[in-house]
């Protein structure tokens, strides 16, 4: 993710509203995402969907690795042999 520029990509809404279309040509060219701002507090995030995507993408990522690490942690695991078993019986079924 790009870093915020706080002079340029903190916005309020009063001043979004207004010049929305020149913020999404910004937000193409730059790829900066924007805050918006209301009563002087974050209210919003503004995010290219590039960006968007490769944050879902990131979090699916990470999920699934906390998953990994909770199984085996957990003892939810199998070894080399009874892993080659499980994937050989749908072939042998075929």
Same mark, same amino acid.
């Given at each position: 993710m790009k870093t915020i520029s706080i002079s340029n990509d903190i916005v309020p809404i009063g001043e979004f509203k207004t010049s929305i279309s020149k913020r999404f040509k910004n937000l193409q060219n730059t790829g900066h995402p @924007? +805050? +918006? *701002?209301?009563?002087?507090? &974050?209210?919003?995030? @503004? @995010?290219? &969907? *590039?960006?968007?995507?490769d944050l879902v993408y990131r979090k699916s990522f990470l999920d699934s690795v906390e998953r990994g690490i909770s199984d085996a942690d957990s003892g939810r695991t199998y070894s080399t042999g009874e892993m080659k078993a499980k994937l050989s019986d749908p072939r042998n079924k075929r």
């Open positions: @924007l +805050i +918006i *701002t209301q009563n002087g507090k &974050p209210a919003g995030v @503004l @995010l290219s &969907p *590039t960006e968007y995507d």
